[in-house]
């Protein structure tokens, strides 16, 4: 049966593409907007290798009202929008804050405002516990403080929600369900898609796996000198097929009306804090394969220990984190041999 069609802007990148995977497998038709500019065409083969499914595709950016209302012309049966399209280096914005205000607010401005013009209920956002800041007390919950941003990354998805929730209050005809991701990793278990960074990673995983099989030297862990049980820094890493899953539920919750309200928001997390040291440890258990690494100095930026209380999500959403970090640290490291077998890097 199809369920209808969603709307999944940055759809080829890292959580776009597996989401993408997921709606098509629960019975959903996918369009994808996407600009490319951290991924490529490829990425629509590996869905279709894993869901014998091709998603339609336009290349084109979310901040041109004039692609994207073309886009809602051509594709008048959208029920749903999950919106992955946004700029993510966190240290990129410190020195381009205007892309990223830019980029960002944009994409989400014209979204929100065509919405209502074609009748789409849904939408779904990917924030970040970014929002969150350095947290007084671990795990967080959707009530904790929400802490002044620290970069203008952080501060898109603060100001981002904001949007959001005054135009849902609006009186718009508009649901949305926030999803506040803690630290996205691992890969599809076919590997045929994953986390392809351009240039030199700026996340703990990709740089890990790409040390692990050769490409860089050494992995630096940044500080171990936190106020931590070994010293270094606290996250929650969350699998990426998990997480995907969320979105689904998060679409199914506001097309089929299951939740009165018009705006929720959920952390989506393991409930588990790892230390960088302890993650290499499970990586290095998993695969079998060592991780060469050395401490240097801390990170400007870095929060010191975050992670989520996932119980709104795991009672009120009906999801949970499900893959344990073995299997997720196996299926990046099966993508990083993937990428080398076909040449990519
Ligand atoms: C950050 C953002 C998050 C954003 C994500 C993706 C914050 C609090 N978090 O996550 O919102 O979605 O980036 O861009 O702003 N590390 C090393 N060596 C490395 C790389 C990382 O030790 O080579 C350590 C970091 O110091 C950190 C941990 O690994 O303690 C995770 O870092 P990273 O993967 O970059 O993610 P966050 O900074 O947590």
């Given at each position: 049966m199809n369920k209808g069609r969603i709307l999944v802007t940055g759809g080829t990148g890292y959580i776009g593409s597996h989401t993408t995977v997921e709606l098509i497998n629960a019975g959903y038709s996918v369009v994808i907007i996407d600009n490319l500019s951290n991924s490529n065409r490829e990425v629509l083969d590996g869905i279709k290798n894993i869901t014998g499914v091709m998603p339609d595709f336009v290349e084109a950016d979310c901040t041109d009202m004039v692609a994207l209302t073309a886009l809602f012309d051509k594709y008048s049966d959208i029920k749903g929008i999950i919106n992955f399209a946004a700029s993510k280096a966190v240290g990129e914005s410190m020195y381009k804050p205007i892309l990223y205000y830019r980029n960002n607010l944009n994409t989400l401005l014209n979204l929100l405002d065509l919405m209502p013009k074609y009748g789409v209920k849904g939408f779904v956002f990917s924030s970040?516990?970014?929002?969150?800041?350095?947290?007084?007390?671990?795990?967080?919950?959707?009530?904790s403080p929400i802490k002044k941003a620290t970069s203008p990354y952080g501060n898109t998805k603060q100001i981002s929600e904001d949007i959001i929730t005054d135009v849902v209050n609006s009186g718009a005809p508009i649901k949305s369900v926030i999803l506040r991701y803690f630290n996205p990793v691992g890969a599809h278990p076919s590997a045929e898609i994953g986390e392809l960074p351009n240039g030199v990673p700026q996340n703990l995983i990709p740089y890990l796996t790409q040390t692990a099989i050769g490409i860089r030297k050494e992995l630096s862990v940044?500080?171990?000198?936190?106020?931590t049980p070994d010293g270094s820094c606290i996250r929650d890493f969350i699998n990426v097929v998990d997480l995907a899953k969320a979105h689904v539920m998060a679409i199914e919750r506001m097309l089929e009306d299951k939740?009165?309200?018009k705006i929720e928001i959920f952390n989506l997390g393991t409930g588990v804090g790892l230390s960088v040291l302890e993650l290499i440890s499970a990586f290095e258990r998993a695969t079998g394969v060592k991780v060469p690494h050395k401490i240097v100095g801390r990170r400007a930026g870095d929060i010191v220990k975050v992670w989520a209380d996932p119980t709104l999500a795991n009672t009120v959403l009906g999801w949970k984190a499900e893959t344990s970090i073995e299997d997720t640290m196996r299926s990046a490291w099966n993508w990083q041999v993937k990428l080398r077998e076909r040449g990519v890097m």
């Open positions: 970040s516990c970014t929002v969150y800041g350095e947290p007084d007390v671990n795990p967080v919950t959707e009530k940044f500080g171990d000198d936190y106020d939740s009165d309200k």
